[in-house]
Structures are given as structure tokens and as C-alpha cells.
């Protein structure tokens, strides 16, 4: 059985990234509990990914299937043209409460790309309403904000994975990556480029477009709250709009609920996606301000041009009203600052190794970042067979646990990943 499945799918069905018909292993797995997931041959993984920063909760989580399966005999879907129904509705109530405070209306789309196309809409309709023709972004080298057109156009130009469509990319500016380090004092020169280019174009520009305190495939990074807050600032004074993409940092990833509260500062538009729905259903809402959507409202055409198929598919807002309810009445906190503990500890010893430049956490983020790329067809069978799930990208080997994963089952995680680098390196 095994073997059918690997050979139709590795002869027909595309993978993220990936080629058709490679040798490199793909490995099926057929159920998930908890932290683990099981493959077809009965080996349990250890999982380090969180089905990349989504499953916060782990897998197969009983109060998580009791809402679905409540869902479901209601009504798995209905249009949201015209209709509104209870789970979109309570989602909507408690992404106004959790979020910060004046963002207060919200937008549901399907996927994390899916929303940032509509941020940029938003925002360029924005100004439009205000009869101004604003349609040039600017963001920091080293982003990922998805991989659709609009998306890939504001992420990182050299090593976002889209250089080979950059001539049909629309131009946004680009000014150098925030300085790394989270515990980095932040000064003025930090900003030095961002302000240069809103005092050449600022009039032209929509909106700075970035991720909050973590850089997330774009490389890994980390930077500083201050950082951040300068931003703001900036914005503030040269009156564009601030579109900060938490899709990967939202719901308590980097120790607060979301990244901009490091900074004590709130975006005009906000992006969600990824562990809003607890990794259960694709799923991402936008919040903004009453100010912006009356703005919109206001101006021609006087609506939002943009709603999809499935937008606030009552499923997936199900899964996300559960989601969240089980973080808050969870110890996330405590969880997030234990796994950053677990973290580091499990990191440490890897890191004085030649071949390590570099190991970093934050929150419930761990990264071990290499001078040179790993070889994917060598390594990753060693993890599986280290019973770990891990899957780098480049030189970075990261891991971001569900919050729910015990000290135990962290140790033995951050054991198998250490030991695998030593295998290989
Ligand atoms: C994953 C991600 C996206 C894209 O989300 P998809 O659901 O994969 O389309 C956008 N921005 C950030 C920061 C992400 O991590």
C-alpha cells in the first residue's frame, strides 16, 4: 500500500516546491495525534513543524473535532453574498476583541496569499477613495508574504523564491532588512533606508508592507521591538498606511499574542492566517480600522472589490472560533516561554559547531541557521529515521512545536535534531 501511494503520487501530484517525478522521498502519513504523526509503515515522528507554524494545538484534538463535527451537521458551506451565519460571526467578535483595539472590522479570505492580495486592494482603495493615486508599496528585503502576484511582488526581490517572475512584477520599493536581533537597541540609522524612500516617494506609496518581529521564509529573522515601533512612527509621520503581516506570528507564536504587541503598536491593516484555524482548514481574515473601511465605503466605487468563493466558509470560521477559544483558556504563555526554555537548551549544543553560523529563538521559534545549504535528499530520511518531523529550507533547520508539546517529547525533538546535524554535517 505504502508503495502504491509513493509511486502515484510521486509520478503525479505536485508538491509545495517541488518537481515532478524526483527521487527525493516523500513520506505518507495517514493519521496524527498530538504532536505525532504516524506514517504508513507505523513509525511515529516527533513534530518540530507545527504543519508549518499552523497546528498549534497538535493534531486530532478532541474539543477541535467536536466543533467541526458540529459544523458539519449544520452546514459545511454557504455564500457569504447577501447571507451571514453564526460562526463567521462569533470569529468576527473575537478577532475585534483579541486583536489590538482599533482594529475593528473584518475581512475573511481564503489563504494567507489570498489576503494579502486584498491588503494591497484595501489599502490602494484606500487612498483612491481619498483621491489619491497611491499604488506603490514599500516593504524590508528579507519578507514572504505568499506566492500569488500581489504577494510575491513585496516579497524579498533577491532570495524570495519569485525572482524568475520579476518582470511581470508590478515595482514596489524596497528598503534594506530590518537589523537582526531581537535584543538589538534600535537607533534612527536603523531606519535610514526605509525613511529615504518615503522622502523621495512618499507621496506614491500606499503603505510600508512588512512582518512584525519575525521573518519568517524569507530567512528566519528576528528583530527588535524598537525596530518596529520606529516604524510606526515613520509611517505616522510621512501618513502612509502600515500593513503588518502576522500570518506566520499571530496567535502567541513569538510569546505575545501577536507580534506587534512586543511593540506596543497597531497596524492599519493586520493579516491572519495559518494558526487561526488551529492548522485544521485553510483559512485568513484582515482587521482594520472603522476609519479605513468607512473611507473605502465612501469613495467610488464605495465597496471593497474583492470577495471569494469561500470567503468565511462557516467550517473553517468553526474550526477558528474553537481554535481560539482553546488558546485562551490554555497556559500558552507558559507553554510558548517553556518551549522557548526547551529551545534553547535542546539547540545549545550545536551551537560552537563550525558549521553552525548561528542558533536563535524566540517564543516558540528555534533556528539553527548553517553556512552552507542542506543537502534535502540526505537529510531528511536521517530525521525520519531519528523519529523527528523537521523539514529545513536552505541553510535554515528551524522548528516551531505545537504549544501543547511536553518537556519530554521537546527534548527528544531538539535531541534528534542535533543528533541528525551531526550525522550529516
Ligand atoms: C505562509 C505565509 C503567507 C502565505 O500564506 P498561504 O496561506 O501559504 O498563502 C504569507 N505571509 C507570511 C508571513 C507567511 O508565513
Known sequence: MTEDLTTFDRDHIWHPYNA?????????VVSAEGVRLRLADGRELIDGMASWWCAIHGYNHPQMNRALEGQLGRMAHVMFGGLTHPPAVELGRQLVEITPPSLEVVFFADSGSVSMEAALKMAVQYWHARGEKRQRFLTVRGGYHGDTFGAMSVCDPVNGMHTLFSDMLPKHLFADAPPAGFERPSTDADLASLRGHLEAQGREIAAVVMEPIVQGAGGMRFHAPGYLRRVRELCDEFGVLLVLDEIATGFGRTGRLFACEHAGIEPDILALGKALTGGYMTLAALLTSRHLAHTIGQGEPGLFMHGPTFMANPLACAAAAASIRLLLESPWRQRVAAIEQGLKQGLAPCADWPQVKEVRVLGAIGVVELHQPVDMAVIQPRFVENGVWVRP????????PPFVMSPEDLAAL??????TLDEVL
Do not use: E, N, Q, S
Open 20 to 28: 515532478i517525478g524526483t527521487d527525493l522521498p516523500v513520506f505518507p
Open 393 to 400: 529550507f536552505g541553510r535554515l533547520v528551524y522548528l516551531m
Open 414 to 419: 531538539t535531541a534528534g535534531v542535533v543528533k
